[in-house]
């Protein structure tokens, strides 16, 4: 049996897991997607003060309070930079990290570093492809899409990525998506973890939401990252 926790990507929440969820649970396994503070079923949760460290604690305590050892932490998209970030505090928790055609940022990199919205900073930020509608209709279409608009410091405030001087303790895994639409900072982050000896590269036919078009590939890859063929 193999620990899953796997954190969701921006404006989204745990509920984009459910079909992967479901899965990994009919095959034995444990799985935890918390929602990240703010989004999904915690919009209510939403304040202007909430940045990059609260969705980093939201995974944290995760692992602590459910005392979750040799961890398989997978990251989406944004969570894969909030996923890189409890994975370097809590080193010893993690067994695999996996990023899911994630960003993959340097210590001191912001994800409006990599990839820059629009939105004037200190205003919550819609996804990119309802950014040109009016508020009304914003609204309309993120209650029947299950989306949620993002808290502007979790992209505007810098990862932290210590250097401890120390050989990362736990295997690290890019999965990228062969059919998303061209990014460049997912390109980047594709390319950086295939030129880079501590990363394994993987791809799988699926676009961005591989976990929505493709979750039975998305659970037979991750099992066998796990070492469950």
Request: glycine share 6%; with cysteine; charged share 25%.
């Amino acid at each position: 049996m193999t620990t899953f926790v796997l954190v969701h990507g921006a404006w989204t929440g745990a509920h984009v897991w459910r079909q992967v969820r479901t899965r990994l649970w009919r095959r034995g396994h444990d799985t935890f997607t918390p929602t990240l503070t703010g989004l999904g079923a915690r919009t209510h949760l939403a304040h202007p003060d909430l940045g990059l460290d609260t969705h980093i604690r939201d995974v944290l305590g995760v692992l602590t309070y459910e005392d979750l050892r040799d961890v398989v932490l997978v990251g989406h998209s944004y969570g894969g930079a909030v996923a890189l970030a409890a994975a370097s505090r809590a080193p010893r928790r993690i067994a695999h990290l996996v990023l899911l055609d994630a960003l993959l940022p340097h210590d001191g990199e912001s994800v409006q570093d990599l990839r820059r919205h629009r939105t004037p900073p200190g205003e919550p930020i819609p996804p990119p492809w309802f950014r040109d509608a009016d508020p009304a209709r914003l609204a309309r279409l993120l209650a029947a899409s299950r989306l949620s608009m993002q808290p502007p410091r979790t992209f505007h405030d810098p990862v932290e990525l210590p250097d401890t001087g120390e050989p990362v303790p736990f295997r690290r895994s890019y999965v990228r998506a062969a059919r998303r639409a061209p990014s460049a900072a997912y390109d980047a982050a594709a390319e950086r973890a295939r030129h880079d000896p501590g990363w394994s590269s993987h791809s799988i036919e699926a676009a961005h939401d591989v976990m929505l078009e493709a979750p039975d590939e998305l659970v037979d890859l991750l099992c066998a990252l796990a070492g469950d063929g």
